[in-house]
Structures are given as C-alpha cells and as structure tokens.
C-alpha cells in the first residue's frame, strides 16, 4: 500500500478458459468460479476498477478442432461463443453470490445476451464501479483471447496486466512440470521474454503490451490473496516490463 491507498487504479484480469474448471473432470467449476469472483469482489471493495478478460479453452479450442480438418476462421468464432459462456457464468456469480455490480462486452453481436463493445462505455462502466467482463476475444479469428486482453487493457487505460494461471507462480526459465532446474524469473522484460521465447502469452500480444509500456503480472491465481497483494504492491509471481 502506499499512503493506505491501492497502487493501482484499474487493472485488467485475464482468465484462462481452463481456470474456471480448475483442476477438476468437466467444463466449468461453480465452486471454482465462485473463489475467482469472490478474489475479484476483493479488490473491488479497494475501490479497484477491474477488467476481466475470459478465455473460453475449457469448451472449445480452435486449433484442436482446426488440426481435426475444420476451417480455421469458422473454429475460432466457434471459441468466441465458448467465451461467451464463461463470461456470464462469472457474472451470475459475481452479482448474485457478491452483489458486484458486472456488465459483460463482448466483440461480437449478441445483444441479447450482453453489451456490445464500446471502449467509452466499457470506461464509462469502470468509472461507476461496475466490474467489466470482456468475452469474445477481439471479434476476428486467428487472434487469442491474450491478445484479446493486452488489447482491452491498453484501450481501457489500465495500468497493470494480471495474467492468471492455473498453479503455476510465475514464469520459469523452463517448464517447470518437465524439468527439476527449473528456476522462477522475478522480473524481466518484454525483449527479454521474446528473445528468450518463454511461453507467457503469444507474441502480438507481448509486443502491444510492450509498445505502449503496460506492466504485466504472471501469477498463480489459485492461492489465495495472490490478486490483493499484487494491487497493494507486492510480487508472488513474475513481473514484465518495458524496461
């Protein structure tokens, strides 16, 4: 904390697909989204504007079904409904267990179901409290829902990346479930991370957040408290920077 306040304003929270079924048989988790709402409904009670960018891996996964023979672009519009699903599951749960005011945007149309994506409206709704939940990637095939969220994150002025993994604390200079060396990195930069070719999140979306000096925490979203520590300073995971 500095001066009892939070260190960040906004912030921008990517969740994997695969986090919402955490380590269990299945598509989705209620009990684990349930905790992921109740970390977010946490920092909301800071006074912390919170994005949430959802992955949708845990339904549907273009690349799988593209090395099956389906058509590459019809596939990843197929993974933008599976965000879909995701994005209001957390929704429900944020604001009937948490009464935490969400909207959830989405880049595609179904109006019916939530907001389109407008960037003034998304900030409008940060302004007022409202968690922001981002589902359908960036609306085009042949681009992760990473990118998806360094994209969000910079539209939306925030001024730090949280991206969540599943057990994993940070990044390591190698696999850390395939070697026994394998040495966590603290903080390092974007250059860094892509010269060195470490599995954070696809390049497009390293280079965005590079080029317009975004910070990006890499953190194990499953134990607890790791999001509150982040906003108030601290590092559990792994730090990337510009410089």
């Known amino acids: 904390m500095i001066n009892g306040e939070p260190r ?3 912030i921008l929270l990517k969740l994997s697909g695969e986090s919402f079924k955490g380590n269990n048989p299945g598509i989705i988790d209620p009990m684990v989204v349930s905790y992921m709402a109740a970390e977010i409904k946490r920092i909301v009670d800071l006074g912390i504007q919170v994005g949430v960018c959802v992955g949708g891996g845990n339904i549907w996964r273009g690349s799988e079904a593209e090395s099956q023979g389906m058509d590459r672009a019809t596939a990843d519009y197929a993974g933008m409904l599976a965000t879909m699903i995701n994005a ?51 609306g085009n095939p042949f681009m992760t829902t990473d990118t998806a969220a360094a994209l969000r994150a910079v539209e939306i002025e ?43 999140m696809d390049t497009t979306a390293l280079s965005l957040c590079m080029d ?32």
């Open 212 to 243: 317009n000096n975004l910070p990006m925490v890499v953190f194990d979203m499953f134990k607890h408290g790791n999001i509150l520590k982040i906003v108030q300073g601290e590092n559990p995971g792994t730090l990337v920077t510009t410089n």
């Open 8 to 10: 960040y304003r906004r």
């Open 158 to 200: 925030a001024d730090l990346l949280l991206m969540a993994k599943n057990n994993v604390d940070g990044i390591y200079d190698s696999d850390p479930s395939v070697s026994t060396d394998a040495k966590k990195i603290e903080k390092l930069t974007y250059i860094e991370a892509i010269e060195r070719r470490l599995q954070i």
């Open 88 to 138: 209001v599951t957390l929704q429900d749960l944020l604001e009937r267990d948490f009464q935490v005011a969400t909207r959830t945007m989405t880049a595609i149309d179904t109006r019916e179901i939530a907001e389109p994506y407008i960037r003034r409206r998304a900030i409008r709704h940060l302004e007022r409290n409202r968690v922001v939940i981002f589902a359908a990637g960036t």
